[in-house]
């Protein structure tokens, strides 16, 4: 292989242009030439590509977002989508892609591949560390310290009015990000989709508190808890324990911008020469990932389709930290 084209898809991480980055630079460090794909697979059905050299990722390490801009791609969900993608990539020498981004992502690539047989190595990058096959996402770092920090500051608040706050995060279907930020930011309560912790259960454990002496709360609720929606919880709660004064807070899309923190750079860094490495060896259709702080390849299709374990230790940590 000696052109490779590198996109980023779905929902913008911090560190993305890191990862970019360092596909440019691993590429170039052996002799290959690199292709940014813009706008995700879009840039292929546009033809909006540009050449990317060693200074066309400089200064981007630090940046939150994705340079190269990303997209969510309909027609990439059809096979004729993907035929001219694959047309287009033949047209301009490009003889494999590194794909960045979350399931979506992963989903179109394995069909490219697949179908096409284009090779594709994908890199995990998605704030809501929802992908099996590695600890950690590429974002999901920055976004649980910007969540934490967010919390907080509304700690203050609640602390002074003695109120209760419920504060939704991210995460479309998964909790990684309440768990880690509610654990974080000390919250009284953590609702996530792999629990199905309901209005009961959370009433007890507030008249709970309420009882011990606790004069202001924090409950984190993910998103992607479809049976616990925060504006509902917090008014059941206030006619049902009239004690407590709530607020709602909804962090939604601060969540996933800012100055990716140096664990998602060095993340990304890693995974982003992992991808070119990979390729290099001749594989294709997999994920490189992070296993026990070791880089470890698995098959995209998996990568996309198995739900990774919610820790039971983590649970277990903030059911007895939060007494
Ligand atoms: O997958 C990342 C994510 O931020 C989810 O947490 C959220 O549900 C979704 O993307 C929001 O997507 P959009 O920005 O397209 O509304």
């Known amino acids: ?48 590509l540009r ?19 990303s997209s969510r791609c309909m027609e990439f969900y059809e096979e004729a989508g993907r035929a001219k993608a694959a047309e287009k990539l033949h ?31 994908g890199i995990p990058g998605t704030i809501d560390n929802d992908i099996y096959g590695t600890d950690f996402t590429i974002g999901f770092d920055t976004a649980i310290n910007t969540a934490v920090e967010a919390v ?9 009015h003695n109120r209760l706050f419920f504060i939704e995060v991210m995460g479309r279907d998964a909790g990684y990000i309440a768990l880690h930020a509610g654990i974080g930011a000390g919250s009284e309560e953590i609702l996530i989709p792999e629990q199905h912790r309901g209005l009961d259960y959370l009433l007890d454990s507030l008249d709970r508190s309420n009882r011990a002496g606790k004069t202001s709360s924090i409950v984190i609720v ?40 140096c664990f998602d750079r060095v993340l990304a860094s890693r995974l982003g020469v992992a ?31 198995e739900t990774p374990d919610m820790d039971p230790e983590l649970i277990r940590v903030s059911n007895i930290v939060s007494i």
Do not use: W
């Open 152 to 160: 907080d500051k509304i700690r203050d608040t609640a602390t002074s």
């Open 91 to 121: 047209q301009e020498g490009i003889q494999a892609l590194v794909v960045i981004g979350g399931d979506g992502t992963f989903t179109g690539a394995t069909l490219l591949a697949r179908e096409q047989k284009i090779p594709v190595v």
């Open 1 to 48: 292989i000696n052109h490779i084209g590198v996109l980023t898809s779905g929902g913008d991480a911090p560190g993305m242009n890191a990862a970019v980055r360092a596909v440019v630079r691993c590429a170039i460090f052996h002799d290959m030439k690199v292709t940014g794909i813009v706008e995700g697979y879009t840039g292929l059905l546009t033809n909006t």
């Open 275 to 305: 991808a070119v490495d990979t390729l290099r060896t001749g594989s294709s259709g997999v994920m490189v990932g992070l296993r026990d702080n070791r880089i470890s390849l698995t098959g995209l299709e998996k990568a996309c389709k």
């Open 222 to 261: 993910a998103e992607g808890d479809k049976s616990n929606s925060v504006l509902e919880l917090a008014k059941s709660v206030e006619e049902k324990l009239p004690e407590y004064s709530a607020r709602v807070t909804i962090l939604g899309h601060l969540q996933r911008g800012g100055r990716p923190t």
């Open 51 to 69: 050449p990317l050299n060693t200074r066309s990722v400089s200064n981007i390490i630090n940046q939150g977002g994705t340079f190269l801009k």
